[in-house]
């Protein structure tokens, strides 16, 4: 009962909230900007964090004051198994002991953290070598004692799926990197079970101990969803639906193998019929978890109606979502988003977006009603997990040493010297969509074959180089997928197609990275006329009518980002391993070697 007096209390405004104990500077972080680019780039931002009783709240219409449960939301998206702090804005941040740090200090009596997907995939080497289990059990260590294991709650039946972890404090979604390896695998780090191939985290892998919930991911076999569509998270006798879903584009950007037996159907029909399965339970109060995103101009402190227009996919999504829905973490362009964003029917939804790779953390405070059971105030804070300042100085022992426990397993591979840069070699692209690390990895893909041309997509190079002594881990980093060269036959024709496709179906250009072609396009020319000249590494125009020999990834080999005319390709051979590619080209140049923007693409709009 005295909880109930000091929820009423809080929700009169009679007592203010405590002050919080994190705090922001005047710099937001060099986050990834998006999912196409991966390049980190500086953004204004991000300063003190506000006291939690002055924060711009939404409320509902015509709320009085009554008895609430204050219940806060702490959402992080896109890790990609970042264990190791990163430098934003020239300052450590984020790791998986600062991120578990700053998500202790933020907890409340009722806390519940989400994972909106690629919490694994395209990781460092001490993650993605030992099959990303270290990124799971980063969860496994926030999660309370009622947390039970996912492979428990998978073998009780569908209906009872949503209510067996009701008190448990984490819950996470799948986003499209957790299908790299394909559903079995997926099944595998969820529930438990040893990969074939070592090295392992534990002798004995458990899996996740927290649900995992996903609505429009539909095993074909079955017609069902792959996992449970939702969950329910009960508050202080007040209960809060969880929906997850993955972005329906997710076959077009992972490999045919990592999708196959599956389909990915709307994200807000399939949250919408969750909705309804969960206002039949009784449950009012809806979170979804949706690994589509889209991006903002950051600012500092709580949710402000007057910030800038989000843009991106997840803005016709919330159009189409229904009234129930309170609040949307989203995910997948790796930025910034803090905003009420309209439904069709004009209802308020909170969008929240926390950059990635563990660097920021969405703090979502809830005030739900115990008479309605639902949502009655929401406002978010987008937090930065600087590791040189307040939780960040005290790291979460626990996962430290998970920490150091994968460093050592990896160690002996990962510290392999294999070459020396005289300088740094970055993705950062030219108005035209060159790159000098895009041509090192083009050029040692094509001399890996002996194709003529070789082409490397852009969402595949997942790191930059730094000058120095280069390791094997290093350049694991800037390659983790492990992806297959093939070779095959186009025509110039169709290699003609193929840069159209830069543009073609795309939602943002994808431009390739080029090796042993030379090419000009412009920005001002329809779509499927934007190239304006091909010529081979000697200087000749490519002839429509010949055939030449081309080396893409086995990603791209399939149509992946939309590539689809390499579908088409004639006498597939496939070869090594792209990352032994990469290292065996490093190893063979003069040292020290380097890499520079060579004016391969020509924009001249």
């Not at 989400?114 to 289990?133: I, K, M, Y």
């Not at 997850?244 to 159907?265: H, M, N, Q, Y």
């Not at 997942?462 to 800037?478: K, N, Q, S, Y």
């Not at 040292?591 to 060579?598: I, M, R, T």
Request: glycine content about 10%; aromatic content about 6%; proline content about 6%.
């Amino acid at each position: 009962m005295r909880m109930r007096v000091l929820d009423w209390l809080f929700a009169a405004g009679l007592i203010g909230l405590a002050a919080p104990t994190l705090a922001q500077t005047q710099n937001q972080p060099e986050h990834g900007s998006t999912e196409q680019d991966y390049r980190e780039e500086r953004q204004e931002g991000l300063q003190a964090r506000q006291q939690a009783s002055e924060r711009r709240r939404w409320r509902a219409p015509n709320w009085r004051p009554e008895p609430v449960v204050s219940v806060n939301i702490l959402g992080i998206n896109d890790f990609h198994g970042q264990l190791s702090p990163r430098t934003v804005a020239g300052r450590p941040a984020g790791g998986a002991a600062v991120l578990a740090s700053y998500l202790r200090s933020a907890s409340r009596e009722y806390t519940l953290i989400v994972h909106d997907g690629d919490q694994v995939g395209a990781s460092p080497p001490n993650s993605a070598l030992l099959r990303d289990e270290p990124a799971i059990s980063l969860l496994n260590l926030l999660a309370n004692p009622f947390c039970r294991p996912f492979s428990w709650q998978m073998k009780l039946p569908r209906s009872a799926q949503p209510l067996a972890q009701q008190r448990c404090n984490v819950v996470g979604t799948l986003g499209n990197h957790e299908f790299d390896y394909g559903k079995n695998e997926l099944l595998r780090q969820l529930t438990g079970g040893n990969h074939a191939n070592g090295p392992y985290l534990e002798e004995n892998w458990q899996g996740a101990r927290y649900p995992t919930v996903s609505s429009n991911v539909i095993n074909q076999s079955s017609g069902r969803s792959l996992l449970p569509p939702h969950t329910i998270y009960n508050a202080g006798g007040v209960r809060i639906g969880v929906i997850g879903a993955a972005l329906k584009e997710t076959p077009s950007i992972v490999s045919p193998s990592g999708v196959a037996g599956l389909r990915f159907i709307d994200e807000a029909a399939a949250i919408n019929r969750s909705v309804a399965q969960l206002r039949r339970q009784g449950v009012r109060a809806i979170i979804v978890a949706l690994h589509q995103g889209g991006q903002q101009t950051s600012y500092n402190g709580p949710t402000n109606a007057e910030a800038d227009t989000v843009v991106g996919p997840v803005v016709d999504i919330v159009k189409r979502l229904d009234d129930e829905v309170d609040v949307v973490i989203s995910g997948h362009a790796h930025g910034f988003t803090n905003a009420l964003l309209p439904n069709a029917n004009g209802k308020p939804i909170l969008v929240t977006q926390a950059f990635s790779a563990g660097t920021a953390y969405a703090d979502i405070e809830l005030l739900v009603s115990r008479r309605s059971r639902d949502v009655v105030e929401k406002s978010a804070a987008i937090l930065t997990t600087w590791a040189d300042q307040g939780a960040g100085l005290t790291p979460d022992p626990q996962v430290a040493a998970l920490v150091a426990q994968a460093d050592a397993r990896v160690e002996p591979l990962v510290a392999r010297v294999v070459g020396l840069a005289q300088g740094a070699i970055t993705r950062t692209e030219t108005p035209a969509g060159e790159s000098a690390l895009g041509n090192l990895i083009a050029d040692a893909q094509r001399a890996a074959t002996g194709a003529q041309i070789s082409f490397m997509n852009p969402g595949g190079i997942r790191a930059d180089l730094d000058g120095g002594e280069v390791t094997w881990g290093e350049l694991f980093a800037i390659q983790p997928f492990a992806n297959d060269l093939v070779s095959m036959d186009l025509t110039g024709a169709q290699i003609k197609t193929l840069l159209e496709q830069q543009w073609i179906g795309q939602s943002y250009p994808r431009l390739l990275k080029p090796s042993g072609i030379l090419y000009s396009w412009a920005a001002n020319r329809p779509e499927g006329n934007r190239v304006i000249e091909m010529r081979d590494a000697s200087g000749a125009p490519l002839n429509p009518a010949a055939t030449y020999r081309v080396t893409v990834n086995s990603f791209l080999a399939g149509g992946g980002d939309n590539f689809t005319i390499l579908n088409e390709g004639q006498n597939r051979v496939v070869g090594p391993v792209d990352l032994d590619a990469l290292v065996g080209y490093i190893e063979a140049l003069p040292q020290p070697f380097s890499a520079s923007v060579e004016g391969r693409i020509q924009r001249v709009d």
